[in-house]
Each structure stands twice: as C-alpha cells, then as structure tokens.
C-alpha cells in the first residue's frame, strides 16, 4: 500500500511537474509578443478570400458611376471623380485607414469651346469648299454631353496656317524624307496617320522640312481592320470606330508637367519659361475623323505614295501635288466627281458638301484655325493608404489615372473601376479587423494622366525620397481590359514569378475550368532556359502610362497589368474607341467586356500580386529570372555589335559588360541559394529583411541620371525608351545606331562610353546582390 | 491521517506544479536566441576598454614605419604602404575579418627626373642670370632621398615660357583684375602666394588676361608668422618651413580620376579624351620656395601693390613693372645691391649668385621650363573588413588617404598610424572574440588621395549602390594631429552629439584632468538655442579630403576630426611642412606631436565615435541638431537675400523654404520624441531598424544631382562648395552673388529656380523623418 501510494504520489508529482512544465513554457510566454508578428508569412486562405469576394457586377456599378459625364482633367467631372474616390476611400465601413488628395499646378492645354479650331478646304478667295466635322457624330446621348471635348491636339500651338496638302504617312522622320524626294515641302499641310511614330514627333518631324500644319487621323486600316461604314460595321454596331470618330491625346514627348521639370508642380515652384519648353509641336497639328481624311486624301495629286503607306481607303493615297489632283472636285467645277467619291460611302456628307457648291477654284489650300490655349490647373491625386502592421515602411504602391478625355469608360475608368473592387474588399477586411497587411499599401487615383502622366510624376518628384527609399514595387492598372481574351502584363523580369503564381489562381475570364495563366500561355509565350514554355511578359520600357515615373525616374520594380486582344481577331492598334467620344459605359459594356468578367479578372490577378507583395515573408520577386533577360540582352547585343565594334577597337568579347551579366547571375544564384537555404521564419526578422531590402533596392541599382542626357527623367539603364528598336540595352542600341549612322569617332567614343555607364550600373546591380559584407 | 496525507499530496503536487512552471518558464526557453542580439545595446565597458588600450608609442612606431621613405601615390614607397596596411590588416592575432586591395587606372601628372623643372631670370640673350632651387635644401638624411619628388604643380602642362614677372597677390580673380588695370599682362609670368584661391585657380583665373605662366610660392607671413631664416628660426629649428620648402599639390579642381567622370578607372572603362579635361591649368605653373620668391619679389619694379598683397618680405611688393625694376641687379650691372639684399637673409646664397654674375643685361625675364607628363598608373585601396553580427548590412566607413607628396609624416600618416592603432585595438578584440560589433565596419586606406581625393572617389563610384544604400557614417581622418592644441571636428550637425560624447570620455592630449571636450570647448565654441554653449563643429563644404566623394556624391553623413592648433600662437595657414619634404618623422616628432599624445587622443576620439555607430541600438544621429543648422542657414538667407528678392517679386516671407525649414524641425522633434517614447530594447527589432533607416537616409535625401550642373560630382544641396562665401545655402548664394552682378532678369530666374530646388530637398529630408506612412 505504501509502495502504491508512493507510485501514486511519483507519478503525481510527475504529472503535476509535467503541467507545470507546460504551463511554464507554452502558458506563460517569454517569447515577446512581436516575435510571431514579424516572421508571419502570406496567408493563403485569405487570398482564397479575397478572390471569392471580387464582385464582377461591383465593377460594373463602379463605371457605371465613373462614366456618368466626361471627366477630362481638372473639369468639373474630374472633381466629381475626386469626390467619388474620396467617398470610397473614406467609406467607415470599405475604406482605407485614410484618404486625401494631393493638389498640383500643372501646365494643360485646351481647345476654346467659343472659337472651335476649324479645318477647312479653302479656295485662293478664301471661300471655304469643305470643313472637317468638329465633334463626333451622336450616336448615343453621351456623345451630346456638352461637356465633351472638341477633339483636339493637347499642346498643339495656336495659329492659323493655310497650304497645299501632301500626305506623310505616319509622320515618321523616313516618311517626311522620302516624300521630300518627290514635293517641295515648304509651306505645305502634311495630313499623317496615327501609329508609327508618337503624336507631337509627326509635328516635330516635319517642321525641319518647311511644313507649316499637320493633320493627324486614324486609318481604318490601323484600328478598324479596314471597317469603316457607319451604317452597319462601326459603333454602334460593333466596337469599331465610327467614321467620325477622333483619337484626342496629348502631343508632347516628356512626361511631367512641363514647366517644373524634376520639381513638384506646387504654388511657388519655380516655373520655366514657356519658351523654353521641349517636346511639343513648333506647328500646329490637329487630329481629325477618317471620315474627313477620306475626303481629303482620295483629292490628292502628284505621284501615288509606296504601298506601305497605303490605308484602307478605296483610293490611290498619293502624295500630293503637293494639293489636290488637277481633277480634284476641289480643284475644278467638276464637283459631281467629288460628290460621287463621297456619296459612295457617306449618304449623308451630301447635304454638307452640296452647300459649299458655290465659288470652286482650282488650286486650293487646306487650312488649320487652331485656337489651343495653355492653361496652369489645379490637378488633384486621390491617395489612399492602408498602413502595414510589421513593416509600415514598405509601401507597395497601386495606381491609376482617374482623368480622360471624354467620358474615359475603358480608358481609364476600367482601371479605376477595378481599383475601387480591390479597395473595397481589402478596406472591409481591415474595417473588420480581419486582416492587415504587412507592409503599408499605397493607392494612387492619379490626376491629369492624358496630358502626360503629369499627376503620378508630380507625385514622385514631391516624395522622391521616401519613394525610394521604402517602396518595394509599383502596379499599374490603367486599361484594365483592352479586350476579353487574355491576360497581358509587362514589367521587370523580377514580377514574373508573383505574376504567374497570382495567375494560375485565377480563371480566366468566361472560362470556368481555365486559369489566366493556363489561357495566357496560348494567346502568348516564350520559351525560358530556367522554366521552358510560359507566358510572355512585356517591359515598360516606354512612358505609356503612370508606371514611368515609377520604373524611369525612381526605379522602382514595376508591372503594368490588363487583359487584351485575341490577335488571331483583330490588328486594330488599340480598342477604336480609345481617346474618342465613344469611349463610354455602353460601349465597354457590350464590346469590350459584357458582363464584366474580363475586369474581374484583372481585379482578382493585379489584388492577388498585391496582396502577396504586401504579406510575403520573403519578397515575392525573383532576381534570377532578372539575370536571365539581361543574358538575353547581351547576347543580342553581342550578335548585332561585336563585330563592327572590334572594328572600332572596343572590344565587347574580354568587356566588362560580359563580367557585369555574370556577375549579376552569380549574386542572384547566391541570392537565391540563400533564401531556400535559410530557416527564415526561425531566423532574426532582420535577415529576411536584409535580403527583401536587397530585392526591393535592385532596380534602383540600375539608375544613372547622367545616362541619357537627352531623354527627360529616364535614368534607368536597362528599360530607357530607345528609337533604335532593338532588343537589347537602350543606351547602347541607340548609341550604336548613332555612331553607324554619322561614323564621326566621338559617336563610336560615345558607345564606349555607354558600354561603361552599362557595365558599372549592372555590376552596381549584382552588389546589391551579393552578400551583404 | 488520510487529510494529513492529503494535505502533504497538495502542498507536493502544488510544489511540483510550481517548480514544473518554473523551469517550463525560465529553464526551457521558447523566445529564439536571436531575440536577445538584435536589441543589444552599446557596451560602455568595452569602450573603456578600447580607450585603455590605445597606445601612443603604438602610433610613434606606425608612423615611423610608414614614413621611412617617401610613399607618393604609385611609387615603389606607396607600394610599402599597401604592402604594411595589408600585412597588419591580415594579422592573425590583431588584424580584421578580412583585408583586400582595389586597384584603379589613374590619371596623373609627375615632373621628369631626369628633366627637372626650371625657374630661372634670363636675359634677351638667353643667359641665365637666376635659377630657382629645384629641391629643397636638406637637413636630415629623410630630404637625400632619391625617391623625394621634386617639387612641382601636378597637372600643370608642360611648356616653356618667358615673360616679364608680376605679382598678382593670391591669383584670386579680383587680384588680376586689380593688377591689370596697372600693368598689361598680356605675355607676362604672375608671381602668386599660395592661400585665397585654389591651387589650380591662381593658373585658371590667370589665363584670360594673357599670363602665360605662373609661379606659387608661400610667403613667411602665411606660414611661418612672418619668420624665415633657417640659420635659427625654421626647421630644424622650429616647426617652420625652411626657406628653400615648397608646397607640392594636385592643381585641379574636381575630384576623382579625371579621365573617367563619375565611371570607376577600370582597365577598359572609357575614357574622355584629355583635351576635354576641365579644372585643371591651361597655362604652366610652378611652386618654389620664398627663397626664391624673395629674390624674385623684392627685385620686382612698377608700383607698390596695396597694402593686403605685401607679405613678409623686407621689401615693398611691387606689381611688376612689368618685370624687374629699372635698379634691379637682374636688369643692370649694379649687382652688389642685388647681393646686399639677399645676403641680409641667406648668405649661403652668395656662391651661387655669384658664379652668375656675367652677362647680365637689362630688362630681363623669368623663364619656366615645365617638363611634367601625365600618366595612367595604377593606383590601390587597401580595404579591410569587420563584419557586423546583427545587421552586417549596415556599414561605418573608416578611412584615410595613404598616399603622401614626401614622406608625409603628418599628410596623410599621422591619421594612418592611428588608423592603423585603432584597428590593432578592434582587432584582436574580434580575433579573441571578445566583441563583434552590431553593424559592419569598413577601413579604407585610400590610393592617390593628393592628385584629387582619387582614390576614394573611384571607390564610391564603383560601389555606389550598395554604399548609398547601407552605409550609416563615414568617419575621415586624415591628418590627425595640425598641431597639439585642441580638437577639431567638422561634419554633418547630426554627428555633433555623437563626437560631444566621444570627447567627454577621453582625456585630452596631455592634460590628465581634462576631457578632450572642455579642452575642445575653451578653444573654440558657439552658443546652440538647444545645448549652449558647446564646442564649435565645421561644416564639410569643400571637397578637402576624402570625404569628399562620401558627402557630395553620396550624400552620406560624415565627419572629419583632427587635432589642432592654439590660435593664438600661430596664424600659419597650415603646418609649415605641409607638402613639403620636412614634413617627416623627425619634424611630427620634434615639433607637432612630441609623444604622440595628441594621436593618442584622436584615435580614442575617433575610435569611440566609431564604436558607438557600430554598435549603438538607436543610432547616435540627432536630426534636432541638424534642423538647428538649417535654421541658421535660413535665418541668415532671409537677412541676406529677402529684401532684395521681394524687389525681384521672388518672396521668401511666404515661400516653402521657411515652410520646408519648419517641416523638418517638427519631423525632428517628432522622430526624436518616437526615439524617447518607445522602449526600443523590447519592441520589435524591425522598429529600431525603421528609425535608424530614417537617421540613415537623411542625408542622401538632401542629394539632387541636377542642383549644381556646372559643378563636378556636387550633389549635396546643404554642403556643396560655395564660392559667395556665406553662411547659407550654398547653391543660393552663389546664384544669387551671380544674379547681383550680372544683374540678368535669367540670373535671377536661377535664384528663383534654386529656393525650390532647396525647398523640395528640405522637404524629402523632413519626409524622411516623419512618420513613415
């Protein structure tokens, strides 16, 4: 009994002991509380969550609301998108921890709504034969809002200049060239076609030749493949844009606002003198509908135009005489011919030509009134946060224009429509105390876009530092849907990976059984040395929407995501509404996306990067699919350059370049190696932060502001804009192209140069890398 | 029984329960090991420690190591130097982590041995009647050497001219400008005194007038308070410059290797061809010793220069007539009064006037003959390596030049024995695991620092990324010890606290009972709004030593520290050896330092500084203290400018520099209140790391590499050189002195442009600071 109790009070004592040990060591916690906090990784449920909760009829309420009037900048529709998002954002109940807007005093430029420019045939006496159409055709209530906007060519400056018509393609510095071979330019109006070349380059390009005035119009060719009859082909009958249909934009080749270059456009900022600005049109160009251009081109004389700059007209594209042919309806009285071209494809131009019957002469002009004024504006950024629990001080920034140019519903209400899905579902979730992210996330609602990024790049020139110095990666989603086929994304190597891993957990549009990365792949892939066949991803290397402040000026790691076109279906240059008065709710509702599933799509992919950008232990972003597309780069530069360079004696085969790239692979490899090899959730949080600081500083390892003196805010070396068109390192492709085309030695001196700059930004990059000491 | 039983069963079981908890609580610990590391603190003993262990005879023995024979940049002696910094560096018992060399490609200029450089009078029929010493007289073995370089202008071109001598006082431009409204310079050689200008100045500024060659020299009055005779009064002597000592120099005035602007001299980087080098002579000059300027000076005709150009000759400076004076022994036959004069001072001098006394003729000229070549050579960095424990991806940089013009007894090896004792000390504290600090530490013994800080600058050009990115200071210490006396401390206001700290904790240079503090402070103070009096900081606005590359370029906080002299014991512009071939082991011995206690005390200084951000948990940067400058700064560009810009409708009464001021004094109190209010040391790791971050980063946010276009490598909107000479911002100055003169509507368009270049700068600063989102 005693030996019993004994046994009994051991292993009670022993039990006790063990709870105690229990309680001690899982009960009363010595470990401090932030020490789950700070190695706590994405939470995949919570994905699965917000997946489930992206509402496609959400989206379709938001644009239905964006869309109710045109909000080009600054109007009084741009502040009722300013009060929406405000509205939003501030929701107690689906907002952010907090919302404001971020005003600016920007350089824009309107048409006058009292004095419309005006283009219009003109005889010697000044009589007028025909005048272009000066707003879109109705064909909806929307097109009748007054507060649309004349189309117009934003910067174009004011004048009134009258010459004989030639035809210059598209405006490209080859097309001004070889038309210069065949007509004396000076003094001549040069109609071109959009595409090709940038808006203002189609004025810069001619000016040099004597030209005096462009027109700029869309060819069917280029957005309706080759529809053009209102009647029964265009909208309303399909996407494809109307015969009177205008392309608006703005004609500058800088981003930002141009007065305060590299300075925040605020009250007393230092403003440039007018006169000193670059970039812009030095004639007047204004944009018309191919309605007009028809009329227009099919009358031109001189020698027929080569075949690639033939359009979809069912006419010979000549020259020009430079003016219209001899027999031209506007050159004679045989104005039946002309009716006759005319009527063939729109009825109803009849009335409005059979007015202008009276006093034809032969040898007419064609005449720009162009009554642009340039304006300072105040230019709102809508801003909202969601600040981060472990780390505050890691942004991931998401952004969108909120301004267009008439009513803007795919461009860019489709993106702003998208970002206030997100917004909602993540505000509720922080509201409800269910979730906070990581890091802090940034929305930006940007101002003035259309008139050159100039909201999102006043941002970054205001907050330039802590930009840099915190924010891990910026997404765009401007045009969120440019059609319903598939997902397009572009940006740095380094986002491929959260891209596709965001991808492969969503279905594609429409198709139940399919995920955007499975439907991606067939529309467009490639084939990588480390993962085989996958998607294709494009790179910002231009300045096409807000990203550019972002990826140029700041190099911060970025990505631009839509979904887009089924190539198989159409070659139109982009959606025919864009930057017309037929952008609209109705229209992006029938033809773009019915049912809205293609922006759910977008919403569910873009908020999954972020979400995982934002909560990812570890950065999400892979610097050895970085390494591969610059081994990539080299090796077409090696194809296209060694030998000529060896020529010159800079020799590419021992240079530097060469070591750089290996040295960029090697760091990333090591980098790589050292994430999986670390215990990380185990480990001092500041060595996860150590190695997501160097992922997160990697691009801005690529800026150099010397690098390209010539182009406005590009300093990162890798993703510069670059008119050589080559695939491989801009500086250098330029350079080359240079040096190739004038041979002067200081050319050849300058690729060496950029050899140099090149070489030591990517081995700057790979010590960004490497381990840390 | 059964409840005494019971009774003992509850009491055992409650004891067994109690002693389980406490095990399980403290016994088995569950917090990660690693939660202890990151939040530890500087260990004030082993400061203590360090301070014991620093040892004076230590640093005489460095010293006389390295200064046993000349060690100018890439010669065999610089190579001794690498060799002995490497060898001490990699000692297994006392050296660091790890010890490398960098190598670059430079640019440098060296006099032809065998062509030695002339300055000599000739007469019309070429014969010599005067020849300027070409080495300084020798009194000690150390001036026999071969290996010490004649003494010669670096970068000054090669040439040989002959014209009429002037005195153009300091070669400042108001100093041409004044002597040629006497004399026509047109074909003339300007006499100059070193001091008031650069080096390469007095030659730049000279040009445009038609001087055709320049020599420098230092007058007694600069140097020696006015004495200058070396049977008694200079060195040996004294600490006086004898008078046959010339200053040497790199004249240029950017930094860093000229042929690869802002690229690393590697082997195949490009380089500018070198007529397009700027900064440097474009006439030849030449230093010599007041010997031979006495003689050239006093002899000089024309009218008496004004009172601020005489110096210490007993003789009037004349401005040249141009050329010698009519009753010059160089211009008639009457050599006796010749030797009268020189005999006064130099009566050694008397042999070698005298074997010239043939053939003299009158109005005789001075003639250089400059034999000097540049060269590309191979310059190293010796680098070593403590890594840091907790956040090696942080660094402190440590650094000195390495290589002298001579022996460089105090330029640069004063600061290279203590270096070298300092991290003997660190050192073997880590080789016996005693300590390891928190955050890494970097030594650099910099290559080529007197041909134009090369060494440095190539390195933070090759490793600019990840030292913007990581590093936390960079503490220079170049020469040591200038004199004696006091300390001297210069850098960014935000070290202010740190270095105040440091002093008060070491005794100062032979004063038992006295901090280097109050010593310091009895020397040199200010009265602070927040701290009274204190000790006087400098400012590091020129590019003076090699921190230069770390401030301007990098925008990284930095600091400068020495000893140095009682000013009321001399006015000499620097040491008088400086640059010349006496400044050795015996005269750093004899005369700056006799028991190299002042070495001692920097390298305690220095060293304490060094520990404390190495290992503190918060850093030792107080942004309070950096808002008092700018506030000082402001205050003073308000007096200044104010009214005068109001007249030009520029208003700073409501303009966002006072406004950006104001933001960064609250983002300062702010942060410092966050430091005060937060119990750092049991809050996550990632808190502290946010706000040292903060610290980090604020100097870089004042960098804008478009702020100074026409100034090399000046990025630093704060602290870049200024040549208005105010105590204000810098780039405000000098914009508006340029304005004020020309007086040109665009010039004050450039002040305009400058208030907000420095008010968006401010502003990233305090967006720095505050609340990071």
Redesign the interface.
């Known amino acids: 009994k005693m030996i019993k ?1 004994l046994l009994i ?1 051991i292993v ?3 039990a ?17 509380s ?2 789950k ?2 190695v706590r990784d994405v939470d995949e449920s919570l994905i699965e969550k917000f997946l489930s909760e992206v509402d496609n009829i959400q989206i379709q309420e938001n644009l239905k609301e964006l869309t109710k009037v045109p909000h080009m900048a600054t109007t009084a529709g741009d502040e009722q998108t300013v009060q929406l998002m405000l509205k939003r954002w501030q929701d107690p109940e689906s907002g952010l921890d907090q919302a404001w807007r971020e005003e600016y005093l920007v350089y824009l430029s309107f048409p006058d709504p009292k004095n419309p420019n005006k283009v219009t045939v003109v005889s010697p006496s000044e009589t007028v034969l025909h005048t272009a159409r000066e707003k879109e055709k109705s064909y909806t209530p929307d097109q009748d809002d007054p507060a649309v906007v004349q189309p117009y060519a934003a910067y174009s400056p004011a004048g009134h200049q009258r010459g004989r018509l030639v035809y210059a393609n598209q405006g490209k510095p080859s097309d001004y060239l070889l038309l210069n071979q065949t007509v004396d330019l000076k003094g001549t109006i040069a109609i071109t076609r959009y595409g090709g070349a940038g808006r203002a380059a189609k004025a810069i390009n001619a000016a040099p030749y004597g030209v005096i005035g462009v027109l700029v119009y869309t060819d069917p060719l280029d957005i309706n493949d080759g529809l053009m009859s209102d009647a029964n082909e265009t909208y309303p009958h399909s996407w494809y844009m109307p015969p009177s249909g205008v392309e608006r934009g703005s004609f500058n080749t800088h981003y930002g606002d141009m007065l ?1 270059p ?3 456009a ?1 009250e ?3 403003r440039i ?1 007018v006169e000193d600005i670059t970039g812009i049109p030095p004639i007047p160009i204004q944009p018309i509908g191919f309605e007009d251009a028809y009329i227009l081109i099919c009358e031109l004389g001189g020698e027929a135009a080569p075949k690639e700059w033939q359009g979809a007209f069912n006419c010979t594209y000549n020259f020009g005489g430079p003016g219209f042919k001899p027999t031209s309806a506007f050159n004679n009285r045989l104005l039946y011919k002309f009716h006759f071209n005319v009527v063939n494809f729109y009825p109803h131009l009849q009335f409005r030509s059979a007015i202008q019957i009276n006093n034809i002469k032969i040898l007419n002009d064609v005449k720009l009134d162009i009554f642009n004024h340039e304006k300072i504006k105040n230019s709102s950024n809508v801003m909202g ?1 969601i ?2 629990s ?4 890691r ?1 991931v920034i998401y952004g969108n224009h909120r301004d267009s140019w008439v009513h803007g519903a795919i461009d860019p209400s489709s993106g702003t429509s998208v970002m206030l899905e997100l917004t909602r579902v993540l505000g509720k979730m922080v509201k409800q105390g269910k979730w906070r992210p990581r890091r ?1 996330i ?1 929305f930006g609602s940007w101002g003035a876009e259309e008139f050159g990024l100039i909201g999102s790049a006043e941002y970054t ?6 930009l840099s ?2 924010t891990i990666a910026y997404i765009n989603v401007d045009i969120a849907v440019f059609a319903n086929a598939t997902l397009r994304a572009s940006g740095m190597p380094s986002v491929q990976n959260v891209i596709f891993k965001a991808a492969k957990q969503v279905n594609a549009a429409g198709l139940e059984s399919t995920s955007v990365y499975d439907n991606w792949i067939k529309y467009s892939n490639r084939t990588s040395p480390a993962h085989g066949t996958i998607p294709r991803m494009g790179y910002l290397s231009g300045a096409g929407s807000d990203y550019a402040a972002f990826v140029h000026y700041l190099g911060i790691t970025a990505m631009d995501i839509s979904y887009t076109y089924d190539r198989s279906k159409t070659n139109a240059r982009i959606y025919p509404a864009y930057h017309t008065a037929y952008d609209t709710f109705d229209y992006a509702s029938k033809f773009i996306d019915p049912g809205f599933v293609s922006h759910q799509a977008i919403a569910r992919t873009a908020g999954n990067v972020l979400i995982r950008l934002a909560d990812s232990l570890v950065l999400p972003l892979n610097c050895s699919d970085y390494a591969e597309i610059l081994e990539d780069y080299l090796k077409t530069a090696v194809n296209l350059y060694q030998n000529q360079l060896q020529v010159k004696h800079i ?1 590419m085969g ?3 370049l060469k070591r750089a790239v290996a040295s960029f692979r090697s760091a990333a490899t090591h980098l790589d190696q050292v994430i999986l090899s670390s215990d990380l959730a ?5 060595k996860v ?2 190695i997501n ?2 992922l997160m ?1 990697l691009d ?2 690529f800026l ?3 690098a390209f003196p010539d182009k406005y805010a590009f300093r990162h070396v890798i993703w510069a804009s670059s008119s050589a068109g080559k695939p491989t390192f801009p500086g250098l492709a330029d350079a080359y192209a240079k040096a190739e085309s004038s041979g002067q030695p200081r050319d050849w ?1 300058k690729v ?2 950029h ?3 090149l070489s ?1 930004a990517i ?3 790979a ?2 890398l490497v381990d ?2």
Request: charged letters at 20%; one cysteine or more.
């Open positions: 109790q009070s009670c004592g022993a006790m002991l063990t709870v105690g040990i229990l309680i001690g060591h899982y009960g009363i916690t010595n470990a401090p932030w020490v906090d700070v305060t590299y300075l925040a605020k007393e900022t230092y003198p946060v600040k981060g472990v780390e505050p001080d942004y802090s940034i020139e205001q907050y330039f530092t802590k110095e915190r020799s021992k240079h530097p185990n480990e001092t949080p500041l932060r150590r600081d160097q500083l801005r390892a150099n502001p010397l001196d060496h140069y050899l140099s700059v030591q081995e700057g990059a010590n960004t840390v000491i």
